[in-house]
């Protein structure tokens, strides 16, 4: 590989690595089944490689990927027409639309977390950080912060409070500018 290609590699791997979660979850709102969106997220990601090439650096990738992961579901769904589970064309379009919408919006949010989640004080990101973690057991992380079971809750509930205010603070300044 030329370093140009081993450049334009990286930054295909980048892009993808960085929206394939949205684009996934795009692609699993349109079609019936997980298996379903596994089999056209193949299909996405070898059609995003091979038209790579085509894409302006600098434009949006997530926009892009979702414009072809809307056309490789309309492709499956026209392969699996004859099952009745099947939406039709109409339905996925109105869909992928409500769906680009809604994931606008929610990386705005997403954004703005991250954003107020970074102002916490650093012991209190840990322990919000800590409750949050797959399989967390509240008991524990309430017995790490010296609090009853009850005062965490109480605790966790006010730090929700300030983020949300956060967020929606946040949220307010980006459409002012």
Do not use: N
Request: glycine share 2%; net charge neutral; aromatic share 8%.
């Amino acid at each position: 590989m030329s370093p140009a290609e081993i450049e334009q590699h990286q930054r295909f791997l980048r892009s993808l690595t960085a929206h394939e979660p949205a684009v996934r979850a795009y692609v699993r709102r349109l079609v019936p089944s997980r298996a379903d969106a596994d089999d056209v997220m193949q299909e996405v990601a070898i059609v995003l490689w091979e038209k790579f090439s085509e894409f302006r650096q600098g434009a949006e990738f997530r926009p892009w990927a979702f414009g072809i992961a809307r056309f490789k579901v309309l492709s499956w769904l026209r392969d699996k027409g004859r099952d009745r589970l099947v939406l039709s064309e109409e339905v996925v379009d109105l869909i992928a639309e409500e769906t680009a919408l809604d994931e606008t919006r929610l990386e705005r949010q997403r954004r703005a977390l991250e954003t107020c989640t970074q102002k916490l004080e650093p012991d209190h990101k840990h322990l919000l950080m800590q409750a949050y973690q797959p399989q967390a057991q509240i008991q524990q992380v309430a017995a790490t912060s010296g609090r009853s079971v009850t005062g965490f809750y109480q605790w966790l509930h006010r730090i929700r409070r300030l983020l949300a205010d956060c967020v929606q603070r946040e949220l307010a300044k980006e459409d002012a500018s």
